[in-house]
């Protein structure tokens, strides 16, 4: 089977990273990938370094335009798959049904209903979906309602949470000299975030229940990490200083390779307030062995499940969130109980190879009906 992958994404957010697990990971014996992604994107050194050929793209492609729908044309002309498989590109699906092939949308977030569009743009993106759009995948149950709100038949959805690479071991060596580039003891608790700095990621809720363990707990010696980087970079950093945490809390930047972060944490949170579905963040801090506390939003409580692998708490709520910090930082062995099932809730549901071998079903499946 020939794919094309199309993603709109410039940056290298979470679905450039979940293609390229993808990528890594499918039997190329079985699917022959290459990818279209915009001219200049942060991907395509890294999908070039996997052996995967790239098509640049020098219209958007995200909405429907005139322009990209004819690059894309004349891209699936040049690849002829028998699937165009996109993200965000709407274009592409358009391109791939103008050249009668099979598409497939993947849907990485999800939505309060609260946001929904009016009736009249519902009605016309259900049509568009509909027409456009053979299989839908869905990275959480959380998604399955915004996919059929938006017009796709349940029949035509599939869900396949998203699937990730272990975080790699780092030598304590290694672990030492972030210690000191980072100012962090080995005796401190470090609790960390990995996300992009921006709303939906609920940061302003990660610094209030900083606050708060430090009020309660000030015999704990509490690193707050926030990992990643963003358009509320300066916002979050004045508003740790107005706290008073300007020496517990460490804006780390973007970092490409995360894993020694992760292994210097004791505590994985995620506070989402929009969007998530299967976290790849979530997933990687679980491989670490990490107890996880998490919001409830989305496809968040899903990803622990019944497991123990940590806390579910309320989206937005901070004293939640510091109350469920100051219970694992008060019991070490509840914590490492609790990052224990996290590995193996991680090796059950959320490895990249099982991540692959299903969408590779899926692929068989719509090859075998064409």
């Known amino acids: 089977m020939r794919v094309l992958h199309v993603i709109s994404d410039e940056n290298i957010g979470g679905a450039g990273v979940l293609l390229l697990n993808l990528l890594r990971h499918f039997d190329r014996e079985q699917v022959e990938s290459a990818v279209a992604l915009p001219r200049g994107s942060n991907l395509r050194e890294r ?39 996109t993200n965000a590109a709407v274009s592409a699906r358009v391109a791939g049904r103008l050249h009668s092939k099979t598409v497939v949308y993947t849907r990485h977030c999800c939505f309060s209903t609260e946001n929904d569009d009016s009736l009249p743009i519902r009605v016309a993106k259900g049509a568009v979906n509909r027409l456009f759009c053979d299989r839908a995948i869905a990275t959480a149950e959380a998604a399955v309602a915004d996919l059929t709100r938006s017009g796709i038949p349940e029949e035509k959805i599939t869900v396949i949470p998203n699937g990730c690479e272990p975080v790699r071991e780092v030598s304590e060596t290694e672990k030492t000299l972030w210690r000191v580039r980072l100012g962090i003891l080995p005796s401190d608790f470090c609790v960390g975030i990995c996300a ?3 709303p939906c990621k609920g940061h302003s809720v990660f610094l209030r229940a900083a606050k708060m363990a430090s009020d309660v707990m000030p015999e704990v010696p509490f690193r707050f990490l926030i990992i990643g980087d963003g358009s509320l970079r300066r916002e979050l950093e004045r508003t740790a200083s107005l706290f008073g945490l300007g020496d517990r809390v460490i804006f780390t930047g973007f970092q490409a390779d995360v894993a020694p972060f992760y292994r210097l944490l004791r505590v994985h949170v995620n506070c989402s307030v929009g969007t ?47 109350e469920a910090i100051c219970r694992l930082a008060a019991r070490p062995e509840l914590a490492e109980a609790m990052g224990c099932k ?10 990249a190879d099982r991540m692959t071998s299903k969408l590779t079903a899926v692929y068989r499946e719509l090859c075998a009906q064409k």
């Open 47 to 85: 999908v070039l370094a996997e052996g995967i050929p790239v098509l640049e793209l020098d219209a958007s492609c995200d909405r429907v335009r005139v322009s990209a729908v004819r690059e894309l044309t004349r891209a699936i002309g040049r690849v002829d798959p028998d699937i165009v498989h």
């Open 276 to 322: 998530e579905t299967s976290c790849l963040a979530v997933s990687e801090g679980m491989s670490a062995g990490l107890p996880t506390v998490l919001s409830d939003f989305g496809g968040n409580r899903d990803m622990i499940g019944h497991s123990g692998a940590g806390y579910c708490v309320p989206a937005g709520n901070a004293p939640a969130l510091a």
């Open 342 to 351: 996290a590995r193996r809730r991680y090796e059950q549901n959320y490895t």
């Open 196 to 198: 992009r700095l921006e």
